[in-house]
């Protein structure tokens, strides 16, 4: 039995509801050569529009962010340190300008590490996960057991963005 893709409603909510929610959930991705790959989400961190100065869209529209303003359930890939493709999830109505960082995934910590297992490059930007043939969400049951915490590696939003305690982070050992 397939389970079921989570489509745009789950994807409507904020960031921080939709980041915990995401811990347990299945990560599909089907590669090239038609072979697919099951994993599920234990981290995942929140960023929450224009005011949140941690997210990229607090710098406005630009090229590179423009993704962030659409509607829920879309893909945002971007390059760091020249080599490294990161997941994230935009959430809420468009113009919300919220996503999720996928920075966990079941034999996998770091957002880097998730980008590169999975293979991404640029032509993932603004995928729709619920009709995308090469990447999308399946659900799974809730999560109870997990932690909160604050973000990584946003020193320079200041505070209060970099004590928002929200990373959430799944041990794959709890709740089975």
């Not at 999720?100 to 590169?116: H, N, T, Y």
């Not at 200041?158 to 709890?174: L, N, Q, V």
Request: glycine share 12%; charged share 25%.
């Amino acid at each position: 039995m397939t389970a079921k893709r989570l489509d745009y409603s789950f994807f409507k909510s904020d960031s921080p509801s939709v980041a915990c929610e995401l811990l347990g959930k299945v990560l599909v991705r089907r590669f090239p050569d038609g072979s697919e790959k099951r994993y599920r989400i234990t981290e995942a961190e929140a960023y929450w529009g224009t005011d949140d100065l941690a997210c990229h869209a607090s710098k406005g529209r630009t090229e590179r962010t423009e993704v962030i303003f659409g509607p829920g359930g879309t893909v945002y890939v971007y390059l760091i340190y020249g080599q490294y493709w990161l997941l994230n999830f935009v959430t809420g109505e468009p113009g919300d300008a919220s996503a999720v960082l996928i920075r966990g995934i079941e034999g996998f910590s770091g957002p880097g590490r998730v980008g590169r297992e999975l293979q991404l490059d640029r032509s993932f930007y603004g995928e729709k996960l619920n009709v995308s043939e090469r990447l999308w969400v399946e659900d799974a049951p809730a999560v109870t057991h997990y932690t909160a915490g604050p973000r990584i590696g946003i020193h320079y939003a200041g505070e209060p963005w970099m004590s928002k305690a929200w990373r959430f982070c799944w041990e794959s050992g709890d709740d089975r």
